[in-house]
T-cell receptor, first 114, second 107 residues
Framework: KAGVTQTPRYLIKTRGQQVTLSCSPISGHRSVSWYQQTPGQGLQFLFEYFSETQRNKGNFPGRFSGRQFSNSRSEMNVSTLELGDSALYLC?????????????FGPGTRLTVT | GENVEQHPSTLSVQEGDSAVIKCTYSDSASNYFPWYKQELGKRPQLIIDIRSNVGEKKDQRIAVTLNKTAKHFSLHITETQPEDSAVYFCAAPDMRFGAGTRLTVKP
């Protein structure tokens, strides 16, 4: 079974621009969660999508948004990029709700904002 | 949301020693407590988890204990090896991750 994939793997953007990241979960998984990872802040939860609906949201500004499609693939969008948005963005998929079982992480998208 | 505190933030042990990492949470409404390991440059991977109907679970050199009354759960690694060197994360009931513990096992 193919693992979680994320595209692109690396991205360089300028302040003020917007970016869209994509995540393809493991086949059959219905939940996709997004995390921001920075050296000083660990793994910060962004949001979880389950069956195309956002179930939970972390403490991030409205510039961070996402969606999930009927095939469970998910996208995350960050508008009006700031330097502090530079981070590794990880998505994770799980069979059911993320709080009920193992999450499988993708390789991440490394975003650099200049 | 759920708060989870993880300690220590760094831990250095000699090969063969034991390592213990503890997480404390504030919300008692959960049944699932996982631990993830992230090696340098790699993605986090589940190493062990426990559900609230048991107090301890063991898998070879790794064990997790859960104290729901005190609201904390701990990861225990025995007979540590250099390949155990990584960052370990616990996840609170609401799947908020702890800040991580960087474990270094010195040969």
């Amino acid at each position: 079974k193919a693992g979680v994939t994320q595209t692109p793997r690396y991205l360089i953007k300028t302040r003020g621009q917007q970016v869209t990241l994509s995540c393809s979960p493991i086949s059959g998984h219905r939940s996709v969660s997004w995390y921001q990872q920075t050296p000083g802040q660990g793994l910060q939860f962004l949001f979880e999508y389950f069956s195309e609906t956002q179930r939970n949201k972390g403490n991030f500004p409205g510039r961070f948004s996402g969606r999930q499609f009927s095939n469970s693939r998910s996208e995350m969008n960050v508008s009006t990029l700031e330097l502090g948005d530079s981070a590794l963005y990880l998505c994770a998929s799980s069979l059911n709700f993320r709080a009920e079982g193992e999450q499988y992480f993708g390789p991440g998208t490394r975003l650099t904002v200049t | 949301g759920e708060n989870v505190e993880q300690h220590p933030s760094t831990l250095s042990v000699q090969e063969g020693d034991s390592a213990v990492i503890k997480c404390t949470y504030s919300d008692s409404a959960s049944n699932y407590f996982p631990w993830y390991k992230q090696e340098l440059g790699k993605r986090p991977q589940l190493i062990i988890d426990i559900r609230s109907n048991v107090g301890e679970k063991k898998d070879q050199r790794i064990a997790v204990t859960l104290n729901k009354t005190a609201k904390h759960f701990s990861l225990h690694i025995t007979e540590t090896q250099p390949e155990d060197s990584a960052v370990y994360f616990c996840a609170a009931p609401d799947m908020r991750f702890g800040a991580g513990t960087r474990l270094t096992v010195k040969p």
